[in-house]
């Protein structure tokens, strides 16, 4: 059992590159969602999805997009990179009622 | 203010030790109560999930809520130099199945020394 599967593990982007973060989850979970993390700042959601073709907009969504075509995959895409989106970011997964399961991260730097 | 307020530490503490780690809250709507353990480069685990006031125990480990005074605890018996590692808070509105968004403290970085 996988659990949360992210990739890359870690990547460096030139400013104005762009790249797609990749999440896969195998527990048939409904709810996803995408957090970065930057020290004295924790856990801040960036967008989340509640079901397949269905997404919405968290805490820190400007730079980010998402899309949502099968339960299982939940990318999470950087049109144009900036200096500011280097962080660590994590990908979630659960029921709606249950605890979040978080994937392992990646690492992300723009220069 | 943020709406959920944690101590980052560093806080070290003697093998063996009971640790006490805290965060307090704004939003009184807040009805389910979670601690997550990270460890350096990966990801959140859980630990505890609560819902509304009250204790619970598993094992070395004891979460308490007092939605009275917007305060959660997590508490740490003979603590091990395994434990070391930080410690998220987090907690969320009754959604009613509809979501499940989760608002988390910053993290509370805790050393076991042996």
């Known amino acids: 059992n996988a659990g949360v599967t992210q990739t890359p593990k870690f990547q460096v982007l030139k400013t104005g590159q762009s790249m797609t973060l990749q999440c896969a989850q195998d527990?048939?979970?409904?709810?996803m969602s995408w957090y970065r993390q930057d020290p004295g700042m924790g856990l801040r959601l960036i967008h989340y999805s509640v079901g397949a073709g269905i997404t919405d907009q968290g805490e820190v969504p400007n730079g980010y997009n998402v899309s949502r075509s099968t339960t299982e995959d939940f990318p999470l895409r950087l049109l144009s990179a900036a200096p500011s989106q280097t962080s660590v970011y994590f990908c979630?997964?659960?029921?709606?009622?249950?605890?979040?399961?978080f994937g392992n991260g990646t690492r992300l730097t723009v220069t | 203010q943020k709406e959920v307020e944690q101590d980052p530490g560093p806080l070290s503490v003697p093998e063996g030790a009971i640790v006490s780690l805290n965060c307090t809250y704004s939003n009184s709507a807040f009805q389910y109560f979670m601690w997550y353990r990270q460890y350096s480069r990966k990801g959140p685990e859980l630990l505890m999930y609560t819902y509304s006031s009250g204790n619970k125990e598993d094992g070395r480990f004891t979460a308490q809520v007092d939605k009275s005074s917007k305060y959660i605890s997590l508490f740490i018996r003979d603590s091990q130099p395994s434990d070391s590692a930080t410690y998220l808070c987090a907690m969320r509105i009754d959604y009613g199945g509809a979501t499940n968004k989760l608002i988390f403290g910053t993290g509370t970085l805790l050393a076991v020394q042996p």
């Open positions: 527990m048939n979970h409904e709810y």
């Open positions: 979630a997964s659960s029921y709606f009622e249950g605890p979040l399961h």
